[in-house]
């Protein structure tokens, strides 16, 4: 188990933050029952993400992706933002300068009652019309896959594949907040995937004092200032 004085330290640390950026990625959600992608099982181990996670992918069968997405979708919908997600929302009330960016897109950062959620790889709830390019929030059950839009095109997921430009300006402002923040928190990330994970040298390099939260580690622990091993939704609250 961790040794508290590291959580002490750390919570020292976040004390004397004036701004704080955040990152997460699966992780945060593993407690409110959404498995991650590269741990335990995650969705990577069962399926192949080039055919699932990509345009071509989509191209080639979309109504394999559109599976897969639904069965997440309905995962999702059940799931219920953990003490880690609230933690985070408690945290953003108590220091004047707050970023939260996520590579998360099933919406439980905005359901805990965190603001202005920074979303890197977009949002599950979100769907977009191939032909006429319309957005829309729909939470609704698909029951035709692929879904298609009153246009009479195909929807897909407003969701950033590999191979796929971030939203635009994101990334820039996420590198910014970090960059200019006091503490950084990397929170339930394997930081394997880019340029999400490309962060945290960011910080490193901007001598930003870097808190990772994981049960394992990553590429980076062993650079960061704080590598506190466990899950999330014990070591957020915690830190408070
Ligand atoms: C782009 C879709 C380029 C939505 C996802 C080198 C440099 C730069 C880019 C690349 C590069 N090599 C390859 C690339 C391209 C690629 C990439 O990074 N590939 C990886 C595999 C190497 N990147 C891209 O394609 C990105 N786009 O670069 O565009 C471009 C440039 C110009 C012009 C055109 C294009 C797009 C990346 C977005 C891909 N989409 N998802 C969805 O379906 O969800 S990424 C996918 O992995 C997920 O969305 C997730 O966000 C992401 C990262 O995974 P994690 O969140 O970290 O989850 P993971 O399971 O991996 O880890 C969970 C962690 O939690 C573990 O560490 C575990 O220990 C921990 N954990 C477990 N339980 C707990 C816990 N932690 C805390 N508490 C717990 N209880
Ligand atoms: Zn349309």
Redesign the pocket.
Same mark, same amino acid.
């Given at each position: 188990m961790l040794v508290t004085t590291q959580i002490q330290q750390a919570r020292k640390v976040l004390l004397h933050a004036r701004s704080i950026a955040v990152l997460t %990625?699966? %992780? /945060?959600s593993?407690?409110s029952g959404i498995p !991650?992608?590269? !741990? =335990?099982g +995650?969705y990577?181990q069962t399926h192949r *993400?080039e055919d699932?996670?990509t345009p071509e992918g989509f191209a080639r069968n979309p109504k394999l992706v559109w599976e897969f997405?639904e069965e997440?979708r309905r995962a999702m919908a059940a799931a219920k933002p953990n003490a +880690?997600h609230l933690a985070l929302v408690e945290l953003e009330k108590r220091v004047r300068t707050f970023t939260l960016v996520t590579? =998360?897109?099933d919406g439980l950062h905005d359901a805990a009652g965190s603001r202005n959620v920074n979303k890197?790889? %977009?949002d599950?709830w979100i769907v977009r019309c191939l032909d006429c390019g319309k957005e829309r929030e729909d939470r609704t059950k698909f029951e035709i896959l692929p879904p298609k839009c009153e246009c009479g095109g195909m929807l897909r997921?407003a #969701? /950033?594949?590999? +191979?796929?430009?971030?939203p635009e300006g994101s990334i820039e402002r996420a590198t910014g907040a970090v960059a200019r923040a006091d503490v950084f928190l990397v /929170? +339930? !990330?394997?930081?394997? #995937? *880019?340029?999400?994970? %490309?962060l945290i040298p960011i910080a490193i390099a901007a001598k930003v004092k870097v808190i990772e939260? =994981?049960?394992?580690v !990553?590429d980076f622990s062993s650079e960061v200032d704080f590598m506190l091993k466990?899950?999330?939704?014990e070591i957020l609250p915690a830190l408070l």
């Open positions: %990625g699966a %992780g /945060v593993a407690e !991650t992608f590269r !741990t =335990n +995650g990577w *993400f699932l996670a997405y997440r +880690g590579q =998360n897109i890197l790889h %977009g599950i997921p #969701v /950033v594949w590999f +191979g796929e430009m971030l /929170v +339930g !990330t394997s930081a394997r #995937v *880019f340029p999400a994970a %490309g939260i =994981n049960p394992e !990553t466990g899950p999330s939704a």
